[in-house]
């Protein structure tokens, strides 16, 4: 509750500050699924400039469009129709760690971060609690529309001597229509995904001999990528950097 004289300001999702409180109140939303659906071991998971993502750690298991989006994206539904509150926990370090304590990356985030005697606080949405500043929205139902539309392996704290983890991103929206409009953004846009049209058009191919991130250029590309450094250089050289 207020506890004096303030002043309130009411923010949509058309507004900057709206859209992250909703796409970081989703990410808990996406946890709560992942821990639903396979009983994952929850990393970080941050709104971003357009959506969210969640990092897990699930083992040997990957995650696949085929196999995984679908059942993903039902647990995370399920969440939204509960009506979950968001609860905000005020935790001292020692009530933290034994809240987490089934949680090895947790357990170590709160160990590093929360100085000796300090506080931490996490919020809780149906069955998932998790470490957070806040704030969130008022309760899940307010996500509405959930879609799943990528995934990639990292590792934890971006270091590969440590466990490989499963990324998970989804975007949110009010409603179907915004949602909707979203996606087929991202379905054009990968129409014109410069690692598709480069094989597409036979300017680059990649061979496991020399690793799988670098282009074996065509007589074709390599045209084209010199007409392109050409092309630099005269901007350079007009502007004095020759």
């Not at 989703?26 to 396979?38: I, M, N, R």
């Not at 400039?49 to 083992?59: S, V």
């Not at 090895?104 to 809780?124: E, S």
């Not at 989804?170 to 179907?176: A, K, R, S």
Request: glycine residues 8%; hydrophobic residues 35%; proline residues 3%.
């Amino acid at each position: 509750g207020l506890e004096g004289d303030c002043t309130i300001e009411y923010l949509t999702f058309e507004d900057k500050e709206g859209q992250h409180v909703f796409w970081h109140s989703s990410a808990h939303v996406l946890g709560f699924a992942l821990e639903k659906a396979y009983g994952a071991k929850l990393c970080i998971g941050p709104a971003l400039a357009e959506g969210f993502y969640y990092d897990a750690y699930m083992g040997s298991k990957t995650i696949s469009e085929e196999k995984d989006y679908k059942l993903i994206k039902d647990a995370a539904e399920n969440a939204i129709k509960s009506n979950y509150p968001y609860q905000r926990l005020n935790l001292s370090k020692e009530e933290a760690l034994q809240l987490f304590q089934d949680n090895p990356f947790k357990v170590q985030l709160i160990t590093k971060k929360v100085p000796d005697g300090g506080k931490t606080t996490a919020y809780r949405c149906g069955t998932l609690v998790d470490l957070c500043m806040g704030p969130h929205l008022m309760s899940t139902s307010v996500v509405k529309f959930i879609e799943i539309h990528k995934n990639s392996s990292c590792y934890w704290l971006g270091n590969q001597n440590n466990d490989t983890l499963q990324r998970v991103y989804g975007v949110t929206f009010p409603n179907q229509k915004e949602l909707d409009e979203y996606l087929l953004l991202l379905e054009e846009a990968k129409k014109r995904d410069h690692r598709k049209l480069g094989k597409e058009l036979g300017l680059f191919v990649f061979s496991d001999l020399i690793g799988a991130g670098l282009p074996l250029w065509t007589v074709k590309g390599t045209i084209i990528r010199e007409e392109l450094q050409d092309f630099v250089w005269e901007l350079r050289k007009a502007r004095g950097y020759g």
